[in-house]
């Protein structure tokens, strides 16, 4: 019998039987490794390495051919048959998580199946948050079928019924699945699968699926889960097919974990910005103007001031130059820049004007770009800095926006750097600076940052040859090594001009954001024919950095709002003061401290109201104001002001200048705390 070599983590190599599977490693290791197992990643010793991606949930992801070269997730059942090296992963391993899950989503189309047997089965991804399996049934289920699919997931769970990867020939599984009149399993096979191919099935008990895997070893091991709720979801995404019914749901390695899952859900409902942005009157969607359009009410739009005071005093500080660009332009300008090709499903469709035919403008850059073009310049001159708060338009789908988050119309703090290709390193590496600036400044504390290059393989979703592809990712990745960032590269994530930067935030629940992007841009200069006279008295073209920080107003102000869950620091809140006199005879005070604290630069409010005091207390703290001034007699005699901060409560008295002096020195430090 022949051997193989099998690589651990530790580099000791092992040398076994052709054939031999994880878990009998695992069994030889250790029994505790063994038990605790769940599958196994490897990686031919005889290729070179590439990094694990994770599936995302696509129809492609869950059954297309893998390379057989790349690492990969297997079943502990696997028999292996070639050298390998090889890790275990338990409970502990973000991979597993997702194995877990998926494999939870035939437990679920399992369940389905056995209480309602005239359904057919779509697929079943797990996601980052759970998994969902799609479903086609006659009858639409009801909530009350939920909670009797959830309970026979645990008679299924129960039974402990092991995951069995078989294969079978392409055509044996057609003739099967058709016979069931499972249309789309057929057309999965047919559409991820070659005539003469084996297709692979999973078996557990009398289940039959057909999946690429892997899964955990048997139905015993999705102890912690539940199904959460239903949608509808048409066919291939197209609304000719049949409407299809989406089951989600959850898993977890134990309840503990599935229990905090869904206290962090109920904090995050808590603090949804499109119920705190009616509460706290910050902004509106209103129906008569149209979905995706937002309105900033005065207390938003206060906070918005803000935000862009500091990102305008902070661009000018670091070199650039502020403009301002039409929103509409002439579509022959769009098919210059090539949005008209690459981006035209994500625009407006043109108005035709007596001139010529116009559309509103996705992105700002055409327009900076027209600014640089529009004088000589010299290498003297480079590189150029323009920012702008741009408002552009994107055409989204009426069922995909979501309050602040995703909009139709919306507000970029836009920036495009024209600069020699020596100058490009230092300058990706100011954008990170700031971006970092942007983050610190708001009260974020932790990000992570991804590199999205191009799928060489796919030239026609990218613009440029390869060498300036290769010049572009090796550019960005000296920046991030500069800055010693740890990085995630994604592989076909690139815009179709160049390779970019994404920096996403880490909200107080542990979200992750994706707001600032730094992008590089070799083919935009080209197509518009950009020019700088170098040293050499020579005519060159410029290469061009994108950089957007916020990434749109409307999508930042909402994550602040969620992760401030309202109640923003003194800096920001729209109103930083409220003022309560006890009785009407101390409103002539509390009229005197107010205009004192507004000479100090201060927003306040005065709620003069025949109403209680108490009354006119609990109104401030819902709307999140960070300190409420309660002044009666006492307060008046000693030109004080009793002082309730939110959060903490009763202050007790304190002399107003000593109070203005404390919120003046908060602001100033833009602090996060009271």
């Not at 799609?134 to 009858?139: E, I």
């Not at 009398?206 to 895997?213: A, E, I, L, P, T």
């Not at 499903?345 to 007596?354: A, I, K, R, S, V």
């Amino acid at each position: 019998m022949s051997s193989i070599q099998v690589q651990l983590p530790d580099g000791s190599v092992r040398q076994v039987p052709a054939g031999t599977t994880p878990l009998a490693i695992a069994e030889s290791i250790s029994p505790r490794l063994a038990q605790a197992a769940l599958v196994a990643r490897i990686r031919p010793l005889k290729a070179a390495p590439v990094a694990a991606t994770s599936a995302d949930g696509t129809e492609a992801s869950m059954y297309a051919s893998e390379d057989p070269h790349a690492e990969r997730l297997v079943d502990l059942s696997t028999p292996l048959q070639e050298d390998v090296a090889l890790q275990l992963l338990t409970d502990r391993d973000p991979d597993a998580l997702r194995v877990l899950r998926h494999s939870a989503a035939h437990v679920l189309a399992t369940a389905v199946l056995e209480l309602f047997p005239e359904t057919r089965l779509g697929h079943g991804p797990a996601t980052d948050s759970g998994f969902f399996y799609d479903f086609w049934r006659p009858t639409p289920f009801t909530p009350e079928d939920l909670k009797l699919i959830e309970g026979r997931m645990a008679e299924v769970v129960a039974r402990d019924e092991k995951f069995v990867h078989d294969f079978e020939s392409r055509d044996q599984g057609l003739k099967e699945f058709r016979a069931g009149n499972d249309f789309m399993k057929v057309h999965f096979i047919e559409k991820f699968t070659k005539p003469g191919e084996a297709i692979s099935l999973y078996r557990n008990g009398k289940f039959v699926d057909f999946c690429r895997g892997p899964h955990v070893p048997s139905t015993g091991r999705v102890k912690a889960f539940r199904v959460t709720n239903l949608a509808g979801a048409y066919w291939l995404g197209d609304e000719k097919n049949p409407q299809l019914q989406r089951i989600y749901g959850t898993a977890f390695f134990s309840k503990k974990d599935l229990d905090e899952h869904f206290a962090r859900l109920e904090e995050a409902a808590r603090r949804d910005h499109r119920v705190l942005g009616r509460q706290l009157d910050l902004f509106s969607i209103q129906d008569l103007a149209g979905a995706g359009l937002i309105f900033w009410h005065p207390k938003g739009a206060m906070i918005r001031k803000l935000m862009e005071d500091w990102m305008r005093e902070e661009c000018i500080r670091r070199g650039y130059d502020l403009v301002y660009t039409p929103h509409v332009m002439r579509s022959h300008l769009w098919e210059v820049s090539g949005h008209a090709g690459f981006y035209a499903q994500n625009m407006f469709t043109p108005m035709e004007l007596d001139d010529a035919e116009y559309r509103l403008k996705p992105m700002n850059c055409p327009g900076h770009i027209l600014i640089y073009k529009n004088s000589p310049r010299s290498y003297r001159d480079l590189p150029v800095r323009l920012a702008e708060f741009g408002n552009v338009y994107r055409y989204e789908r009426s069922g995909t926006m979501h309050g602040l988050l995703r909009v139709r119309g919306f507000t970029q703090d836009d920036a495009h750097i024209f600069c020699t290709p020596g100058q490009i390193e230092d300058e990706v590496v100011a954008c990170i600076d700031f971006a970092q600036a942007v983050l610190t400044t708001f009260g974020f504390k932790d990000f992570v940052v991804e590199l999205s290059t191009w799928n060489p393989n796919d030239r026609k979703s990218y613009a440029g040859s390869d060498d300036k592809w290769e010049l572009a990712i090796r550019s960005l990745e000296h920046a991030l090594e500069r800055k010693a960032i740890p990085h995630k590269t994604i592989p076909g994530e690139a815009a179709f001009y160049g390779p970019k930067i994404d920096i996403k935030l880490v909200d107080v629940l542990g979200r992750l954001w994706q707001l600032s992007t730094v992008q590089f841009d070799f083919n935009l200069p080209a197509r518009f024919e950009l020019e700088y006279v170098g040293e050499d008295g020579e005519r060159h073209q410029p290469v061009m950095v994108h950089r957007a920080l916020f990434g749109s107003i409307e999508r930042f102000f909402g994550v602040l709002i969620e992760h401030y869950a309202g109640a923003f620091p003194l800096w920001l809140a729209p109103v930083q003061i409220g003022i309560v006199p006890i009785s009407e005879r101390h409103r002539g005070y509390a009229e005197k401290v107010q205009q004192q604290l507004q000479n100090a630069g201060l927003r306040v409010e005065i709620d003069a109201r025949n109403e209680k005091m108490n009354a006119k207390i609990r109104d401030f703290t819902l709307q999140k104001v960070p300190y409420v001034l309660v002044m009666g007699d006492k307060e008046e005699a000693g030109n004080a002001v009793s002082v309730r901060t939110r959060g903490k409560g009763d202050e007790g008295s304190m002399p107003l200048d000593q109070f203005i002096a404390r919120a003046q020195n908060l602001i100033a430090g833009k602090s996060m705390e009271l």
